[in-house]
């Protein structure tokens, strides 16, 4: 059952880094198109007017769903800073503190998937929407908060499968190394 469950909350999460890449490439074309269609404007003295409203909100929303969804694939990648603290550490002790700085960001995305699916019950009793789309804000912040509970959830199965799977060989080490 654990194996199952880590399988597909890895297949989502790869599926959810994909999607953050696309919607990467759809915030660079909004800038585009929105630098353009504003140096259109600004040629033509106001005489040609292509600018868009909500511009702005689209590459802002684009930027927090990139992230956002980026963050669950990654979780378990690994990190600069504890990699610059971990590089001579045993491969006990590695997989220890791997193990569990990971869990601690599935209890962070547990935290913050809590505070944004709150703020969404609260968007949609007050029928919050965005300044210039118009957009309801409790669906913003549902996507947001699902795709935290994705982070919480990669983030506690890649702990607890460090800290409590099988202790790696110690002769696997030693060839990781070679």
């Not at 929303?61 to 979780?75: D, E, I, R, T, W």
């Not at 908060?145 to 110690?170: C, I, S, Y």
Request: contains cysteine; proline residues 3%; glycine residues 10%.
């Amino acid at each position: 059952m654990m194996r199952w469950l880590t399988t597909t909350a890895d297949r989502l999460a790869l599926g959810m880094y994909q999607l953050s890449g696309a919607l990467v490439v759809f915030m660079m074309l909004c800038v585009v198109a929105d630098v353009a269609a504003r140096a259109l404007f600004a040629a033509t003295d106001g005489g040609l007017d292509l600018t868009f409203k909500g511009g702005i909100e689209l590459v802002k929303f684009s930027l927090l769903f990139a992230m956002l969804f980026a963050f669950p694939h990654a979780v378990d990648k690994g990190q600069i800073v504890v990699d610059l603290f971990t590089q001579q550490m045993d491969e006990r002790r590695l997989r220890f503190f791997t193990g569990a700085y990971t869990l601690c960001f599935g209890f962070l995305g547990g935290a913050f998937c809590w505070r944004f699916f709150e703020a969404a019950r609260a968007a949609s009793l007050n029928g919050e929407l965005t300044q210039d789309l118009l957009l309801p804000m409790a669906g913003i912040y549902y996507v947001a908060a699902l795709a935290l509970a994705m982070l919480a959830v990669r983030g506690l199965l890649g702990g607890l499968n460090l800290l409590l799977g099988p202790a790696p060989r110690p002769d696997a080490a030693q060839e990781a190394h070679s």
